[in-house]
């Protein structure tokens, strides 16, 4: 399927062990705001209680379902914002992400992202929220 956006605009620069493109651009297409998801399953079950890991990769299905019901995949993704809670989150955090990113992005070609280490959430059990948007054709 064509795609509306063009990877790699900016990677001029050397990545600094991030899995993310410093700059995309998006033509044409629609976009897809997808609210910051955080660890309830679609029965409303919160999932994860005190695991980084756990919860991001609910909160990634979660983003997937999302793009799924709007037409999209993750490959139309163009920017994710991440939040974790606490310093002691970030390597369950990562440790998730990265095998997320291995089969999600086999070909390297990762959205733009941030990733911020906050005080808390609105829920004091969410140790994960990221919000995304997608580029759909």
């Known amino acids: 399927r064509a795609q509306p956006r063009s990877r790699g605009l900016g990677d001029v620069y050397k990545r600094q062990g991030g899995k993310y493109t410093h700059a995309i651009r998006v033509r044409g297409g629609e976009l897809l705001f997808i609210s910051g998801q955080v660890a309830f399953d679609p029965a409303g079950e919160f999932v994860g209680e005190n695991d980084a ?23 139309d993704v163009v920017e994710l914002m991440c939040y974790i809670v606490g310093r002691d989150s970030v390597p369950g955090y990562m440790e998730a992400r990265t ?20 005080e808390g959430l609105a829920d004091e059990r969410f140790l994960v929220e990221i919000s995304a948007v997608a580029a759909l054709p």
């Open 53 to 75: 890991a756990a919860q991001t990769r609910q909160v990634f299905d979660n983003i997937g379902n999302v793009l799924k019901t709007a037409g999209g995949s993750f490959d």
């Open 99 to 118: 095998t997320i990113f291995e089969e999600t992005f086999p070909d390297g070609n990762y959205p733009t992202a941030n990733l911020l280490v906050i």
